[in-house]
């Protein structure tokens, strides 16, 4: 069928990790989950244009320039391909988002924002760290 329906609160909690809901040459979808208050990723960028919903808890997304946004359930981030970004579970609990973005996930780059180069170039994939229990 080529519709497929989801509940992506129902996929985080099952899943407990970013999950692929689709890929097609034109866009993919996936759900995101961030199980702990501080968890976040680095600062980076895309090669395409994405949304991201909030479903559950709050994602803070900060900025190059020091600025920042909340996402609270029921709100999204529109995002333009270029744009550097880092998110970060602000909330008391899981933090549960949906991503859209063009282009097949395959032929998506992750750039990174202090080297500017694709971390996925040599095998790398995005790293979740938490602020309040760094890695060791």
Not at 32 to 48: I, L, V
Not at 106 to 134: C, H, L, M, Q
Request: charged share 20%; aromatic share 8%; hydrophobic share 30%.
């Amino acid at each position: 069928m080529a519709i497929t329906f989801i509940n992506p609160r129902e996929v985080a909690l099952r899943e407990k990790k970013r999950t692929v809901v689709m890929n097609t040459r034109k866009m993919h979808a996936w759900v995101h989950y961030y199980p702990n208050p501080g968890d976040h990723d680095e600062m980076h960028c895309h090669n395409e244009d994405q949304v991201f919903t909030c479903f559950e808890g709050q994602c803070t997304m900060s900025f190059p320039d020091g600025t920042s946004q909340a996402l609270d359930p029921g709100m999204a981030a529109l995002i333009t391909g270029g744009s550097f970004y880092k998110l970060e579970n602000t909330g008391t609990g899981p933090m549960i988002l949906m991503g859209h973005r063009s282009g097949s996930q395959e032929t998506t780059k992750i750039i990174d924002y202090e080297t500017r180069k694709d971390i996925r170039a040599n095998g790398g994939e995005p790293v979740i760290s938490n602020r309040f229990n760094p890695a060791p």
